[in-house]
């Protein structure tokens, strides 16, 4: 379907299912546009977690009572909806529950990672990675004596993809690339860089954080080995992540955590694992998460993933054009024009973006302030710091309005 045959999103409609939107501060109504951060929870996915603390409540697997064997089913459902919501034929034996994204950049970093990689590997990044991924393979590189090189982001905040021809070669073990940058709003081109890995051999590891909450995300059209995403960033709840892998890979691999659950067989003197996904999900895992993120899945299906990704690519658009407007403003990432996930990183002259923060939420506005995670690519562009507003599926327009008389009245403090 192009984009300009997709309904636009019943906004209001969609409020309405999201409380907490309705709360105030000093007088004014919240204007929730830290989503990249955490997106917030529709009452059906509260419900979803309510209904299961009163009725079906009880540890998994491991139950032959009723009570057990109806979450173990929920539980074990929830891995084949999950798989089903970013395209992974495999179901549940490709997709393994964590407790969040950084926890699925571990896992592999850790089970494959500590395993495969030595001296005269490399691991191939971005510039533009979140800590999750980069702290992490930085640190498993230095744990095994491979390199980690990374992918340069150009001025306008796209990847260099000759650079990324240039770097990925036949030492190169794994890339490990953000979707859409958490920073920037960058849409990678993960497809292309895909194909780039496996014409050397090599696995891609893409970080969907900021991707598979937004827009249609599908890892086989992708042809990913490894995808990673949090549950709190799509309209689910906290505490739970997302690993899928390719079946082989996960086969091949070694747990990442010991203990029960995880097990086949155990003697005093050896172990052996379960079967997949459970072999990487050791001890009591997330029941209740899982099943409220599989409701989320189909929450975000009802309202249409391209739709979302249109909503959210037009708040985008649209607060780029209005933040542009003064001509003070550096905004981080591609031009207007650029499709980008829904977020917008900038500067406002030399006030420092906790400043900018602090004075937006005496407005109500809640806007992230910071480094976002990604520390080397600030110190590239030269900033210490950005402001960024994110928005989902219940902002409007008139919220980015908002947003902009706010930071007018910012400008007026620090004329
Ligand atoms: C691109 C990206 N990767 C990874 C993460 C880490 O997610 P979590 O804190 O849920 O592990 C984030 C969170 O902001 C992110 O935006």
């Known amino acids: ?9 019943d906004v209001e409609a969609i409020r309405e299912e999201y409380p907490i939107l309705q709360r105030e501060f000093g007088g004014e109504q919240l204007v929730y546009l830290d989503n990249a951060a955490t997106t917030q929870t529709p009452d059906r996915v509260v419900d979803t977690i309510a209904h299961y603390y009163r009725h079906t409540n009880a540890n998994v697997h491991r139950g032959l009572h009723q ?15 999950v798989a089903e919501f970013i395209g992974a034929s495999g179901g549940r034996e490709e997709i393994v529950f964590t407790k969040n994204t950084t926890e699925s950049e571990n896992l592999v970093a850790y089970a494959w990672g500590l395993n495969e990689l030595g001296p005269g590997d490399e691991v191939v990044l971005t510039e533009m990675e979140h800590h999750a991924s980069l702290v992490t393979w930085q640190q498993i590189c230095k744990k095994t004596g491979a390199t980690c090189r990374y992918i340069e982001v150009e001025e306008d905040g796209t990847l260099d993809m000759d650079h990324a021809r240039e770097l990925i070669g036949d030492d190169t073990a794994m890339v490990s690339v953000v979707h859409v940058s958490n920073t920037l709003g960058t849409v990678n081109p993960v497809s292309e860089l895909a194909d780039i890995a496996h014409d050397h051999d090599a696995y891609i590891f893409v970080d969907g954080a900021q991707s598979v909450p937004n827009r249609p995300v599908d890892v086989e059209a992708i042809d990913a080995d490894f995808l990673a995403f949090s549950g709190h960033k799509m309209a689910g709840p906290t505490g739970i992540g997302v690993l899928y892998g390719k079946k082989h890979i996960l086969e091949e691999m070694e747990p990442y955590l010991y203990g029960g659950m995880m097990i086949n067989k155990v003697t005093f003197e050896d172990s052996t694992w379960h079967e997949l996904p459970w072999k990487f999900e050791a001890g009591t895992p997330v029941i209740c998460q899982g099943i409220a993120l599989a409701e989320a899945c189909d929450y975000l299906d009802d309202i249409g993933m391209d739709a979302i990704r249109r909503h959210e690519n037009e708040l985008a658009q649209y607060a780029i054009e209005q933040l542009e407007g003064e001509g003070d403003i550096d905004i981080l990432g591609p031009p207007a024009g650029v499709e980008r996930g829904g977020l917008v990183s900038f500067n406002l002259n ?8 602090s004075i937006l939420n005496d407005s109500a506005v809640a806007i992230r302030a910071g480094d976002h995670c990604t520390q080397p690519l ?8 950005s402001a960024r507003a994110s ?10 309005d908002k947003l902009v008389e706010a930071i007018d009245d910012a400008r007026q403090l620090f004329a």
């Open 391 to 400: 928005f989902y599926v219940y902002n409007t327009k008139e919220e980015v």
């Open 67 to 81: 009570l057990s064997q109806e979450a173990s089913i929920a539980y074990e459902e929830a891995h084949d909806r």
């Open 350 to 357: 030399s006030v420092h973006a906790h400043d900018l923060s």
């Open 378 to 385: 600030h110190d590239k562009l030269g900033v210490p710091a």
């Open 1 to 9: 379907m192009g984009q300009t045959d997709i309904e636009p999103l």
